[in-house]
């Protein structure tokens, strides 16, 4: 079985190649660290599912877009999230979407720049970022999470921080993704 894939996902994900080889000091205070790529749903699915997400979580996405990433972590497993992005675009959309499922009392979202908020009470991040962009957060990711906090980053790496798990897959389009989980233990990396 062949899958085509539309010259715009294409190029979205030729863009988000060149744009992960960028060093971590191009990445702006105030500007975005990456391109709004969608997480396909079912890629946001094994996210969650790796993370092993459940109502006790607080789920955060640094760079929630359309906030589908907490607003599937609410309605599928009851979990509260907070979504941030800079776009107050994306933040419009996401606080629809979420009034649209239903979870508007269990999710929020924040016009804020992912390297200015406060994750400490977050017990989940996710990220799908650029490795730049997520080595300039691990220093405050790892500094602000509890111990046993799970981070999960669709696509990229965070440098030499080894993953406690790793996922490779297909997605329902036949693109190979890969997952990443590491898991907060008190120690600070910069």
Not at 132 to 137: F, M, P, Q, R
Request: aromatic letters at 6%; one cysteine or more; hydrophobic letters at 40%.
């Amino acid at each position: 079985m062949t899958h085509r894939r539309t010259p715009s996902i294409l190029l979205a994900f030729a863009l988000m190649a060149a744009l992960s080889a960028m060093p971590a000091a191009q990445v702006e205070p105030g500007k975005s660290l990456a391109p709004y790529v969608p997480t396909p749903q079912d890629v946001v699915d094994r996210m969650l599912k790796l993370a092993e997400v459940g109502p006790n979580d607080v789920v955060y996405d640094l760079g929630c877009g359309d906030g589908r990433i907490v607003i599937t972590a609410a309605k599928q497993y009851g979990a509260r999230g907070v979504g941030v992005d800079l776009d107050p675009e994306r933040i419009r959309e996401s606080e629809a979407n979420a009034k649209k499922a239903g979870v508007q009392d269990r999710v929020t979202f924040k016009l804020q720049d992912a390297t200015t908020v406060d994750v400490s009470d977050a017990t989940v991040v996710t990220l799908y970022l650029l490795s730049a962009s997520n080595l300039k957060l691990r220093p405050m990711l790892t500094k602000q999470l509890e111990p046993g906090a799970r981070i999960v980053s669709h696509a990229f790496s965070m440098g030499d921080w080894e993953p406690a798990k790793t996922d490779s897959f297909q997605d329902a389009q036949g693109m190979q993704r890969t997952l990443y989980l590491w898991k907060a233990d008190g120690k600070v990396r910069p």
